[in-house]
């Protein structure tokens, strides 16, 4: 199974991005999916998590800015980004935890300009 994000892009401060995850397969026993992301000489972080359950969990940086939401069904999860920052200029990576091993997506550049 393979996780494809898009949605990436380049956006002014102030504006918004939507990126999409979709996995390839079915994934069993999924425990959550999240969307990482990595700045240049930074480590990877995480910005948002849902839980199998519906329960989510924000950076600090990012609250109030961010939803991150799935959709079962379609095995996707999206994070819809508004009030764009310049410091949120990184790689976003999708994730998702299942029992016995991660999945992650490929990676999308969000550029922020101020």
């Known amino acids: 199974v393979q996780l494809q994000a898009s949605g990436g892009g380049l956006v002014q401060a102030g504006g918004s991005l939507r990126l999409s995850c979709a996995a390839s397969?079915?994934?069993?026993?999924?425990?959550?999916r999240a969307w990482y992301r990595q700045a240049p000489g930074k480590q990877r972080e995480l910005v948002a998590s849902?839980?199998?359950?519906?329960?989510?969990n924000y950076a600090d940086s990012v609250k109030g800015r961010f939803v991150i939401s799935r959709d079962i069904a379609k095995n996707t999860v999206s994070l819809q980004m508004n009030s764009l920052k310049p410091e949120d200029t990184a790689v976003y990576y999708c994730?998702?935890?299942?029992?016995?091993?991660?999945?992650w997506g490929q990676g999308t550049q969000v550029t922020v300009s101020s």
């Open positions: 994730n998702i935890a299942a029992s016995w091993r991660d999945y």
């Open positions: 397969g079915s994934i069993v026993g999924i425990k959550a």
């Open positions: 849902i839980t199998g359950g519906g329960s989510t």
